[in-house]
């Protein structure tokens, strides 16, 4: 009954409450993300939608006795924020393996690992996470292609296995026990879209690049430890202002996992699942939408169809600026790619292709074209490129021409930006770099996340490299003329992202029936001075119109 009463009262416009609202926010700035009503000062939510938005007067009609009423005191309130593209398990995995994100150097690594090696048991297996030797003080000797070799991390861990992955995800560095157990040696080949690095001797390094990490066998956690880490995963998001999180590129265990999760009412963000790989979405014959109450939709498919810049796996027009035998490869064929595109059409699903060199970026628009066409009846596909890092200015239009979504992250810029000339030279930089601007005035729409666990979920210093383009550390903005405003930055963190998986009619912005997903911040996004911006602080996450964390 309350429902029902609580709809005529909406529907007929009523300035007073049929029945009382659950929750009350006032004495605040609402950014809303509406054009027609962008700004207000306070709202209401009865169950998990928005009932009313606009003055603390307007809104006090929705206050009863058992209202819970929260004075924001001037604090600010968006639409919650969206991680458009993040891998959630990866998330939890990071923060139980041993974090090498803060190592400024190899020897400073290889001191780290034997340390984790002398508290293990032998023949343990050891994960590390984050290195990133473009970020390091001084370069590892001895250098072989760019990268570090094994020979010091394996000799001071002889005992255990040691598998360590690079920042960008896109390869890793095994020691001499892994490299004997998994038989990787001087007659190894890479498997098609992979590369081991070797020697000049015909040795492998340790470093393996792309598919070449398939190689290695790492024995599965227990479900102790998966359970574990996506309860950290979670409880990270919320911390951070996160109501919705897309996952890019879930396994078979993985959505298991998350439909466990749904069906208990544990999860804390909204999931939206892209599903890893063709041959998974082909066990799919239909989507499976706002599972455990919304709380989960399986809708899209992921696909991988190149490397990293920084790894020199993206598959590039022209050579590496610093590798110049290497224009880098596809790891997912375009074969696959077109035949990803043809089934997830006829049954209504998604494709988001990993593309982050400009040949790749090309090939998927090819793909993504030839495949509209054979299927004209699908009028509105919202097919995305996740990253769309480097492209070539002719491609640059075709996002919006085929209304083709740019998936991007704003601190991949920030981050990469300082050693990307390095790596494609800078015409290719000015030309195609994170251009947002570029994409945005040819009409295109973009959507943004981190890549955690790549980058920090946080979204606060997202949203300060979006507008700002510069680093949080200080200094000069990289390329500024291509950097957001604060609106379309926000835009792309919500509504927009909300477009790009389908749900604008749900969630994205704060409207009357609308999921009440908010996140509560101390600071107004749209309007303090840029230094003010990472001094923002994540007051409440609102999620289904429960408040589930709250600043201590």
Known sequence: M????????????????????????????????????????ALAVSGNRIVAVGSDAQVSAWVGPATRVVDLAGASV????TESHGHLMALGDARLDVDLTAARNWPEIVAT???????????????????????????????????QTHDALSAATPDNPVVLSRADGHATIVNARVMELMSIGRASQAPEGGEIIKDAAGLPTGVLVDNAMELVHVPPPSAERRARALDLALQECLRKGITSFEDAGSSSEDIALFKDYAQARKLGPRLYVMVAGYDLLRRFDKPEIGLGDGFLTIRAVKLVADGAMGSRGAALLE??????????????????????????????????VHAIGDRTNRMVLDTFEKAFKEYPRVKDPRFRIE?????????IPRFAKLGVIASMQGIHCTSDRPWAASRIGMARVTEGLYVWRKLLASGATIVNGTDVPVEDVDAIKNYYASVTRRPAAGGEAFDPDQKMTREEALRSYTLAAAYGAFEEKDRGSIEVGKLADLTVLSKDLLNVPDDELLKTEVLHTIVDGRILYSRP
């Open 387 to 395: 990253h769309a890092q480097i492209l070539d200015a002719k491609d």
């Open 113 to 147: 690992m034997k340390a984790a090696a002398a508290q293990a048991k032998k023949g343990e297996w050891l994960a590390g996470w984050g290195w990133h030797e473009s970020k390091w003080n001084e370069p590892p000797v001895p250098l072989v292609r760019g990268f």
């Open 319 to 352: 050579p590496y600026e610093d590798d110049p035998k290497n224009s880098g490869f596809y790891t997912t064929p375009p074969e696959t790619v077109l035949a990803t595109a043809r089934y997830a059409l006829e049954y209504g699903f998604q494709v988001n």
């Open 2 to 41: 309350k429902t029902v009463a609580l709809l005529a009262a909406l529907l007929a416009g009523s300035a007073h409450a049929a029945t009382p609202a659950d929750l009350v926010l006032r004495n605040g700035v609402v950014d809303t993300m509406n054009a027609k009503a962008p700004r207000a000062t």
């Open 78 to 81: 968006i639409p919650g924020f």
